[in-house]
């Protein structure tokens, strides 16, 4: 399905559009090939011998008691073939999951059937992502209502997207151009119809974009171009052209969260929000819990399910009262404040 709505390279593979692509491709093949070698000496010697060694009275086999060499040959071997896979592919694993640092944030928030992403300047754009060429872009992805998965055949990845929870992935593209986003976990009738494009821009393009301005938006990878202007997006939150942090900032406000929560770090009936992302905070139980997204989700959401030691469960829960797009708003204010 995929193979034909995408380019295609090398052995009906598409097109090697990240770095992560090359990596992951040059371990299918080897496996591939691998696979071929052991099936044509597994299998030849099969057809060899069986023709070799038919009934005859003229032919007999030799009678063989044991070969030490033979036997240490078939353990060590495939030992080392094995273990050399292993390395191989936990390499490349950790290549996938390990985001780089410095990488650009953009959220992901899947419903039937369409994806919508979310900048930090606070344009939010419907099935259309629009990233830099040669830059870690690092995707934070959450669902408003069942599974989805979020799959790039041309980046080699690919993640489940769930609603109530975050999951991420990262690539780096290295092909300028557009490549086609599909949705692999059916998700009902108009699954199939689940599709986004990942616009890949140069430099001056990309410059062009964060101002706003018109770009040249390009067609498939590798193929012609073509001049609009970047006009369609979401504009449910009232004031799109603040950033992120600061749309979430004005939602605090006007939810009334800072009636009880601070933001300079004074202690009113709950936590205060300054210096709180990334903080292991003690819990009423003695246990400790990180400060990271999905925290702050269920804080908002479910908020008696983990109650910070020295303060009463009183909050009430906000669940159906914050969409997604709010709600990473919110984060990325709280996460702001250093």
């Not at 870690?136 to 489940?160: G, Q, Y």
Request: overall charge positive; aromatic content about 12%; proline content about 5%.
């Amino acid at each position: 399905m995929f193979l034909n709505q995408t380019v295609v390279g090398r052995m009906g593979l598409p097109i090697q559009g990240s770095d992560v692509a090359v990596a992951w491709d040059s371990l299918f093949l080897f496996l591939v090939w691998l696979s071929v070698f052991f099936f044509i000496l597994v299998v030849g010697g099969m057809i060899y011998f069986a023709i070799r060694y038919r009934s005859s009275k003229v032919k007999n086999t030799k009678y063989i008691t044991d070969h030490h060499g033979l036997e240490a040959f078939w353990t060590i071997v495939p030992t080392i073939l094995l273990m050399g896979i292993f390395v191989w592919g936990w390499s490349v694993y950790k290549q996938m999951t390990q985001t780089p640092p410095d990488a650009m944030e953009v959220h992901v928030i899947a419903k039937q059937w369409s994806w919508a992403f979310q900048y930090d300047d606070g344009r939010v754009f419907s099935n259309e992502l629009y990233v830099p060429l040669d830059k870690p872009v690092k995707l934070v992805m959450t669902s408003e209502d069942v599974i989805h998965s979020f799959f790039i055949p041309s980046f080699r990845v690919k993640s489940d997207v769930v609603p109530g929870m975050y999951t991420n992935v990262w690539f780096q593209a290295k092909v300028p151009g557009a490549h086609q986003v599909f949705c692999t976990e059916y998700c009902g009738t108009m699954h199939s119809g689940m599709l986004a494009k990942i616009y890949v821009l140069d430099e001056k393009n990309w410059r062009a974009f964060k101002a706003g301005k018109e770009i040249e938006r390009p067609g498939k990878a590798g193929g012609e171009i073509q001049t609009l202007s970047l006009v369609k997006q979401d504009t449910s939150i009232s004031t799109p052209h603040l950033s992120l942090s600061e749309q979430g900032k004005k939602l605090v406000e006007m939810k009334g969260c800072v009636a009880c929560h601070s933001t300079d770090g004074t202690r009113k009936i709950g936590p205060s929000y300054k210096g709180i992302y990334g903080k292991d905070e003690e819990l009423s139980d003695g246990s400790k819990v990180k400060v990271d997204d999905d925290y702050i989700r269920e804080s908002i959401l479910k908020p008696a399910a983990k109650i910070v030691k020295g303060y009463s469960p009183v909050m009430p829960p906000f669940q159906g009262l914050v969409n997604e797009q709010e709600m990473n708003a919110i984060i990325a204010y709280i996460k702001s404040l250093k």
